[in-house]
């Protein structure tokens, strides 16, 4: 098995058939075949079911796809790594956040960060904690931003904040004029939560059954604010979002999670990917000194309930 024959196997899987793929590649059919009968010779399985209509990944294939994906990333940032020392930093940096966490430090990193290093191209996007851990673990993202995660053996996790949560009550709402409510008394009321936030509540606290379980922040504000419960959020949520205005937020005491930096363990990080890290780290530093994920400021949009 060599290089060659996964960047063919690559095309191949993802163009759909060897013709195409030959195209693709700029070279015959036949040696697109040829490549891809001693891979599967190597392999000892067939990779590919082959028809009229073109090829389907087999069981087989399907598994290969991800690792060969994941090594030609690995040789593409090796070389990029080795070209920054003679024509500037470049290379693909891939990260997931949180929707909240993500709107507060894309947003003052990405100019200039783009700006100091132009030829590095940025994949970013906002998923729960579930998601950004899964695509760690099949190598299609450098960097994510987790909350609370479950022990992984193959991942790093670095702890950044612990941010606190906060109860999203419409106005005249019997919480409303609480300074804080516990954690605890969220069983005994109708709550607006997500997945990622009911797991790591049921971690600590038992299982919470609520009104409503729902990931999004605009239908869950409208909920609150049309009287279906009180919705469950991050403060950072407050700072970036505008969906929130009118709503009054009041502090979850016990209830404040871990954002963490997560990473492949034992998988070299590119120059590019480490820059954007310290980028982002720096950014995260300035959003806990503006208080966006405590309350050392008083936030925009949703008021401070008490």
């Given amino acids: 098995m060599d290089l060659r024959q996964l960047r063919y196997f690559v095309t191949v899987a993802e163009s759909g058939s060897i013709s195409a793929a030959a195209q693709l590649l ?32 087999t069981d087989s294939g399907a598994m290969l796809l991800e690792r060969a994906r994941f090594i030609l990333r690995e040789v593409e940032s090796a070389a990029n790594d080795v070209s920054t020392f003679s024509r500037g930093m470049r290379g693909v940096v891939r990260m997931a956040a949180p929707a909240s966490v993500g709107r507060a430090l894309y947003v003052q990193t990405v100019p200039p960060f783009r700006l100091q ?16 851990l899964h695509r760690l673990l099949s190598g299609s993202l450098d960097l994510g931003i987790v909350s609370d995660p479950p022990a992984q053996d193959t991942l790093t996790f670095e702890p950044l904040i612990r941010e606190e949560t906060v109860l999203l009550c419409a106005p005249g709402s019997p919480l409303a004029r609480r300074r804080s409510v516990a954690a605890t008394r969220l069983r005994a009321e109708s709550i607006i939560i997500s997945a990622g936030l009911r797991r790591i509540y049921a971690d600590r606290y038992g299982d919470l059954r609520p009104a ?37 937020a009041v502090p979850i005491e016990g209830f404040d999670i871990m954002r963490m930096m997560a990473t492949a363990r034992g998988r070299p990080a590119s120059l590019a990917v480490r820059a954007f890290r310290a980028a982002i780290e720096a950014q995260f530093a300035h959003c806990v000194q503006d208080g966006v994920f405590t309350r050392r400021t008083r936030a925009r949009g949703a008021r401070t309930g008490g």
Wanted: zero cysteines.
């Fill in 212 to 248: 409503v379980q729902i990931d999004g922040i605009g239908a869950s504000a409208r909920l609150a604010m049309a009287g279906a419960g009180y919705a469950v959020f991050p403060r950072s949520t407050i700072s970036t979002s505008d969906v929130l205005t009118n709503l009054v």
């Fill in 26 to 57: 700029h070279v015959a059919q036949s040696a697109v075949s040829r490549q891809m009968k001693v891979l599967e010779e190597d392999v000892g399985g067939a990779l590919f079911r082959r028809s009229v209509a073109g090829v389907a990944l």
């Fill in 117 to 132: 290093y132009p030829l590095v191209q940025l994949e970013l996007s906002e998923s729960p904690t579930d998601d950004v």
